[in-house]
């Protein structure tokens, strides 16, 4: 098979530093809740939740903006900057902070100076990640031909840049601050946009050499350009397409089948986004913190994720590329199926845990988050990539960075959902809460139980209505 393009090197790198700030950032977030503002387990989820979820919500305004006015590259660096001054916002608000201050654990904004940069520098984030997000995973699509068929390992390689990034930012990070030290946080988030700089950097000085269409032609300048975007539109008016706007059945088709399969992404980024909040502060109270007399940073719980998908993601291609050899590949919604019950087999592994904890143990041995984090990687890997690709593939070319933010907005509903759920963990001495207003969670057992119920019947629902997706996908692979 032929060799990528240089183009989509330059764009894995510069989303890989931008998932380096990102996660970066993640890895602190919750424990700069809980160990510094001292917020509640439910609030601390509540902010993380919200965040993460705006983050995934904003690519829809953003790909708008981008198709209908600004061009994916403008879109790129004003998300990169503003990013970047998020970061920096952030950084002031951790530099502020006093451990000889005793805030009292609260469930609400007391809005100090630290919290309105902390609010401001999250703010400053979504806005700018709205205009980057979307924008730069369209881009990929632009440097090859229509139907090439390297754009599904394409977007695995760009995911593999992703994941890379979100492997080693809470790895350094870990290393820079540690565990228990929320004074050197403000350090954290310093990386983070550092990292972000370095990016842009990097896209500024080789974008114009190797980010360029098949015949040589500059991609994501501005939509009235004569640019890869606009010859696709005119081969689909060739086609039979009546306008530039209107669309026809198999477009309306295609695009169901898109919001039909983000559905998935929704639940599975609900339960697996856990490994951040409620799993984290699960690991802060009962797990132990050393390995072979190594502390073991919280920050690095991140880390073991992205590490499972780089591993796991050539040997998972490699069985997909022997199955459809042997004609029996499964099919993208067999194999979102299959992730979703991976999800539920990750809480299972789990819940002996969680059981040890409701009994009163502690320093329960981390191989159980490992084993979680690292189930959880491969489901990712059967829902996540495929769906990039195939919504790359789906969309309506003139409306491509839009349906891209669509995707992400399922993933902003599941950081919501996600955030919810994890305030429901049940904390000793606290009201026992209920799933659905209905269902009590006394203890952690009935918490992971939560998971793996839903998680199992989405994936049976999964090979159930397989026929009807592929139905309305009208022959895309």
């Given at each position: 098979m032929e060799s990528h393009p240089p183009g989509l090197y330059v764009l894995s790198t510069l989303e890989m530093w931008e998932r380096f700030s990102f996660y970066g950032m993640e890895a602190l977030l919750f424990l700069f809740a809980l160990n510094v503002?001292?917020?509640?387990?439910?609030?601390?989820?509540?902010?993380?939740?919200?965040?993460?979820?705006?983050?995934?919500?904003?690519?829809?305004?953003?790909?708008?903006?981008?198709?209908k006015y600004l061009g994916n590259r403008k879109s790129i660096y004003i998300g990169g900057i503003l990013?970047?001054?998020?970061?920096?916002?952030?950084?002031?608000?951790?530099?502020?902070?006093?451990?000889?201050?005793?805030?009292?654990?609260?469930?609400?904004?007391?809005?100090?100076?630290?919290?309105?940069?902390?609010i401001l520098g999250l703010l400053i984030l979504v806005i700018g990640n709205g205009f980057f997000k979307a924008n730069i995973s369209s881009l990929v699509r632009f440097l090859y031909v229509e139907d090439d068929e390297r754009l599904d390992s394409a977007f695995t390689l760009f995911y593999m840049g992703i994941n890379i990034g979100s492997f080693l930012s809470p790895i350094i990070i870990g290393l820079l601050i540690g565990t228990t030290h929320p004074e050197l946080y403000q350090y954290g988030f310093l990386l983070s946009g550092l990292g972000l700089i370095a990016g842009l950097l990097i896209f500024t000085v080789f974008k114009n050499k190797y980010v360029i269409s098949p015949e040589g032609d500059l991609v994501g300048i501005e939509p009235s350009s004569k640019s890869k975007r606009e010859k696709l539109i005119e081969k689909e008016k060739e086609l039979g397409h009546e306008s530039k706007?209107?669309?026809?059945?198999?477009?309306?088709?295609?695009?169901?089948?898109?919001?039909?399969?983000?559905?998935?992404?929704?639940?599975?980024?609900?339960?697996?986004?856990?490994?951040?909040?409620?799993?984290?502060?699960?690991?802060?109270?009962?797990?132990?913190?050393?390995?072979?007399?190594?502390?073991?940073?919280?920050?690095?719980?991140?880390?073991?994720?992205?590490?499972?998908?780089?591993?796991f993601a050539p040997i998972l291609a490699g069985l997909w590329m022997k199955l459809s050899d042997m004609g029996k590949e499964p099919s993208i919604p067999i194999k979102m199926g299959i992730g979703m019950l991976l999800l539920a087999v990750s809480f299972v592994i789990i819940l002996p845990?969680?059981?040890?904890?409701?009994?009163?143990?502690?320093?329960?041995?981390?191989?159980?988050?490992?084993?979680?984090?690292?189930?959880?990687?491969?489901?990712e890997l059967c829902i996540s990539p495929t769906g990039q690709s195939l919504v790359a593939k789906l969309s309506p070319v003139r409306y491509s960075s839009l349906m891209m933010g669509i995707w992400y907005m399922a993933t902003a509903v599941a950081e919501i959902i996600g955030a919810l759920t994890a305030g429901l963990y049940p904390v000793a001495g606290?009201?026992?809460?209920?799933?659905?207003?209905?269902?009590?969670?006394?203890?952690?057992?009935?918490?992971?139980?939560?998971?793996?119920?839903?998680?199992?019947?989405?994936?049976?629902?999964?090979?159930?209505?397989?026929?009807?997706?592929?139905?309305?996908?009208?022959?895309?692979?």
């Open positions: 503002l001292n917020c509640s387990m439910e609030f601390a989820s509540i902010i993380f939740g919200v965040y993460t979820g705006l983050t995934f919500l904003t690519p829809v305004f953003g790909g708008y903006l981008s198709d990013m970047a001054l998020g970061q920096f916002a952030l950084t002031f608000s951790a530099s502020l902070y006093n451990p000889a201050v005793k805030i009292p654990i609260h469930s609400s904004f007391i809005f100090s100076t630290q919290e309105i940069f902390l706007t209107k669309l026809t059945k198999i477009e309306k088709d295609r695009i169901k089948a898109i919001f039909l399969l983000a559905l998935f992404t929704v639940l599975y980024w609900s339960a697996s986004e856990q490994s951040a909040t409620s799993l984290m502060y699960f690991a802060q109270s009962f797990m132990a913190k050393t390995i072979a007399g190594i502390t073991f940073p919280l920050e690095w719980y991140q880390s073991i994720n992205p590490l499972g998908v780089v591993l845990a969680g059981i040890q904890a409701d009994n009163g143990i502690f320093n329960i041995p981390v191989f159980y988050l490992i084993l979680v984090n690292t189930v959880q990687a491969v489901a606290n009201p026992t809460p209920y799933f659905l207003g209905l269902i009590p969670i006394p203890n952690l057992e009935a918490f992971f139980l939560i998971f793996i119920i839903v998680s199992a019947f989405i994936g049976m629902l999964a090979f159930i209505f397989k026929g009807r997706i592929i139905h309305l996908m009208h022959g895309i692979e």
